[in-house]
């Protein structure tokens, strides 16, 4: 009979000072201090990309100013609609809908107005409905309205208050925000039993609860208003403004055409630097887009890539590996040989194929990358279920009664998920060097989104004159790479079963 008490060994809580399995490996990569470097600089890298809006933006973060054009063109509309009642050109049948336009012509002036001049427009567009709803009213008291709505012009020196940068975010942006800062802050209270069983379902939901709420109240706004000009009017000195600008100042696609193919700007000399010229501190590409901003945005794009389609492909060869592993016999075969079909597939080609016949977009390289990649987690998933499937352990759940899918998922799994943690790093590293390349030669990202392989292919026709388009892109994809591969190695070497022995 087998002895009930073996257990999962990865289970298992060694006494005294004894550290976990885990635990240890934790350790043995501590001490690999190159290898820590590198996992620091790929949170930095992932720290940009969650936050990338936030650090390059042409819009500020804060500005308290006046908006003098937006409140004349809202209040001019206003007083268009009061005019048409004034000259009685408005039919009965027409009412409804001239004081529905009206009501959002007030509520767009009433955001550039300070509190007091506020109350008055309010007042007297309540005025306004109540004289258009009466058919026997005075066409005079429509002027008498025109004439006070003429004072509120001097109010327009009202400072208000604007978050344009956090305004201008789109629902995915605040739920990657929400769901980063969810994980840091709430990574303490993964201690709490409760909350660590449901830990990795109840964040993402509370990020994507927050995010509905917080978009419900403040809906995306396109704002192309142009901040750089406003902040330079001598109005902004004369009206005691207030702002809060970004790291970078300048848009992933904003075009200046004055400072196209212009190097980094602490590189000109100051005797040949134009008056009131833009800084760049890594210059712009041919369209005069700030190289740094697009370099900022193009870390998103590489860690999406990376990580959704190895988190994609890594979930599937894990099943896949563990039904061929675990199962043997038939079941094994025909994984074995579908793997080794897919393996026939030379992967540029394909995802060549794919993006030239649809279109390009992020979803299509993630799923080509996926289709592609999960070969090598299943044939390394399967040789570790092959390995640990006949072990004391198993047999003792197996004869306990556990079923297929607890045996595999919570015994079998746990003890063969180190080397995997190896291919994940690698495959990072491999999906940022395919989108780089596959941007360089233009079958990437679609146009105008950012990518560092698309600030490579602006500047390769003139890689001496446009140099800054291929060092700084070049050295980010390199870096990172590197940074991947180097914790990919500190990982391998941690849980090398001979490492006490070196």
């Known amino acids: 009979m087998l002895n009930s008490n073996i257990s999962n060994p990865m ?63 809202s209040l001019g509309l206003c007083e268009e609609t009061i005019m048409d009642f ?26 550039y107005l300070a509190e007091e001049p ?29 004439d006070e709505i003429e004072g509120l012009y001097d109010a327009e020196m009202a400072l208000v208050s604007r978050f344009p940068a956090f305004r201008a975010l789109r629902f995915w942006e605040v739920y990657t925000l ?12 993964r201690r709490i039993p409760v909350v660590r069983r449901f830990y990795w379902v109840l964040v993402p939901l ?17 704002d192309a208003r142009p901040y750089r000009r406003m902040i330079a009017d001598d109005l902004f000195r004369e009206t005691n403004s207030r702002v809060i600008r970004t790291i970078v100042p300048y848009g992933e696609n904003e075009n200046i055409v004055g400072d196209a193919r212009q190097a980094p700007t602490w590189l000109i000399p100051v005797e040949e630097r134009a008056e009131n010229q833009n800084w760049h501190w890594l210059g ?10 697009r370099m900022v945005y193009g870390a998103r794009v590489s860690m999406l890539i990376g990580i959704f389609a190895v988190s994609l492909y890594t979930f599937i060869g ?68 092959l390995r640990l499937r006949d072990l004391d352990y ?45 941007s360089f030669l233009g079958f990437g990202v679609p146009q105008p989104m950012a990518s560092w392989g698309d600030l490579l292919n602006n500047g390769r026709n003139d890689i001496q004159g446009l140099w800054w388009l291929t060092i700084f892109p070049g050295l980010a994809i390199f870096f990172t790479v590197t940074s991947f591969n180097l914790v990919g190695e500190g990982i391998r070497d941690a849980l090398d079963p001979k490492r006490d022995q070196k």
């Open 206 to 222: 509370a990020a994507l609860g927050g995010t509905a709420a917080i978009k419900q109240i403040y809906p995306t706004i396109s």
């Open 118 to 146: 506020t109350e008055v427009l309010l007042d007297l567009a309540a005025r306004f409905r109540s004289m258009a709803n009466d058919p026997e009213v005075d066409p005079d008291g429509f002027w008498d309205l025109l």
């Open 178 to 189: 929400l769901l980063a800062g969810g994980l840091v802050l709430s990574w303490p209270l």
């Open 394 to 438: 198993v047999h003792s759940v197996r004869a306990l009664g556990g079923g297929h899918l607890r045996i595999i998922f919570m015994h079998i799994l746990p003890n063969g998920l180190g080397p995997i943690l190896v291919v994940v790093s690698f495959g990072i590293a491999g999906s940022i060097v395919v989108e780089s390349a596959l």
């Open 284 to 293: 712009t590409d041919t369209n005069g887009r700030d190289v740094l901003a």
């Open 318 to 385: 894990i099943v896949l590996g563990a039904m061929a592993g675990y199962f043997g016999k038939i079941t094994d075969i025909l994984l074995s040989r579908l793997m080794e079909i897919v393996i026939c597939f030379p992967a540029l080609v394909l995802i060549l194929a794919v993006q030239a016949f649809l279109q390009a977009s992020l979803l299509n390289i993630i799923l080509a990358l996926a289709f592609l990649g999960w070969t090598a987690v299943a044939r390394l998933q399967r040789a570790e279920f």
């Open 11 to 73: 289970q298992t809580q060694q006494s005294g000072d004894q550290a976990s399995y885990w635990e240890q490996t934790r350790r043995d990569f501590a001490r690999n201090r190159l290898a820590v470097a590198a996992l620091l600089a790929i949170l930095f890298v992932l720290l940009v990309a969650v936050l990338c809006p936030l650090l390059a933006n042409s819009r500020p973060l804060y500005i308290k100013t006046v908006f003098p054009l937006d409140l004349d063109n």
């Open 86 to 111: 004034a000259e009685e050109s408005v039919p009965p049948s027409e009412v409804p809908e001239k004081l529905a336009g009206f009501d959002r012509r007030v509520a767009e002036a009433a955001v």
